[in-house]
């Protein structure tokens, strides 16, 4: 078989030369949006001291070296999300960044090991205002590019259609005939119970699957392929165990308020309404470590700077967006890498 010829070839250069002029159009779209919109851009260092604690998401380690000699560990960031709480702690009341982030173990269709993140955040105004933002970015995305549907592998939706928007709780009733919060309090999940179910709906479970290792299978294999079809769907009110940074809602302490936008089955964007405790954000920072080492044999430490802040953090919503896969839903790309100016070799 013939190797791929590589992207700075001429001839693949031209051919992925219009996909990047379009996420060039589409970057300085969003960035005239936000600002009129008084959002202020901050460029948050890709350096810190923890990646992230999420038990899922690996980073990339370096090490430090000082004037003195001395060393120390830290990270390439997976999220700039650490950076911009701290900025509205200080007094920023709409931060957005549109940068490069990093997560090991990840490539493929439609992940890079380095790829750009768009994530804003809304001081003192409801999560629902950042759902509104999400499909307000997603038409602006597709308007900028001149189409009218966006696509990915033969499905396709239409960006200027209000979301659908839809709980998790309502979705695994829906397509896996599964009582999710059956299996969930407040403060604990029911491992068995979810695993009975998800066997009752013909899922495979293994001995030493999780809570948590169930839900993310029945998520992937029978509630994300009915998602984003036509027009974008707003997944929300995840378990409180599956969102680690977003606070309950007021109606239920079961779940979060976190949502999560898909397009074309497409996870784009990640959303909440933020966590402003400092001592249950520990808990949950110290559960997900312990998770991660128990499955990957590592831990991330903890960002106390980041626990410091909290308290003096403003209520406030935010959300996450991957901005190439944006791109490539505009631009009906198939690949990550082929709307990446300069993929990782």
């Known amino acids: 078989m013939t190797a791929a010829s590589p992207w700075w070839s001429p001839h693949v250069h031209a051919d992925r030369r219009p996909l990047l002029l379009a996420r060039n159009r589409i970057a300085a779209r969003l960035r005239a949006h936000l600002a009129a919109q008084d ?8 350096l810190q001291v923890s ?3 999420e038990a899922h998401l690996h980073a990339f380690a370096t090490e430090a070296i000082g004037p003195d000699g001395g060393r120390r560990n830290l990270y390439l960031h997976t999220s700039p999300e650490f950076a911009c709480k701290k900025l509205l702690a200080a007094g920023e009341p709409r931060p957005f960044c549109l940068g490069h982030v990093f997560r090991n173990r990840e490539r493929g269709a439609l992940h890079h090991p380095e790829f750009t993140m768009l994530e804003w955040y809304r001081a003192g105004e409801p999560w629902g205002t950042v759902m ?3 499909a307000t970015v997603l038409a602006l995305a597709a308007e900028t590019a ?7 592998r033969g499905v396709t939706a239409d960006p200027f259609a209000a979301p659908e928007r839809l709980t998790v709780a309502e979705a695994f009733d829906r397509f896996a005939g599964i009582d999710l919060l059956a299996t969930v309090t407040a403060t604990e999940t029911d491992r068995d119970g979810l695993v009975a179910a998800a066997t009752a709906a013909g899922i495979r479970t293994a001995a030493d699957d999780t809570w948590s290792d169930v839900f993310s299978r029945i998520l992937v294999e029978r509630v994300e392929p009915k998602l984003g079809i036509a027009r974008a769907t ?3 009110e995840y378990p409180v165990a599956e969102a680690a940074l977003a606070r309950p809602t007021a109606h239920d302490p079961r779940v979060a308020e976190r949502f999560e936008m898909y397009v074309c089955r497409v996870e ?3 959303g909440f309404g933020e966590l402003t405790d400092a001592g249950e954000q520990r808990r949950r920072f110290v559960a997900e470590m312990d998770e991660k080492a128990r499955v990957y044999g590592e831990r991330y430490p903890i960002d106390d700077d980041f626990l410091a802040a909290l308290p003096v953090m403003p209520e406030a919503s935010g959300c996450a967006l991957g901005f190439d896969r944006l791109v490539m839903l505009a631009t009906g790309a198939p690949r990550i890498d ?3 100016w300069t993929p990782v070799a």
């Open 51 to 53: 990646p992230g604690n």
């Open 338 to 340: 082929q709307v990446i």
């Open 234 to 236: 707003l997944l929300t």
């Open 39 to 46: 959002f202020v851009e901050i460029d948050a260092a890709a």
């Open 132 to 134: 509104d933002d999400c």
């Open 146 to 152: 001149g189409t009218r549907t966006v696509s990915f």
């Open 268 to 270: 784009l964007a990640n």
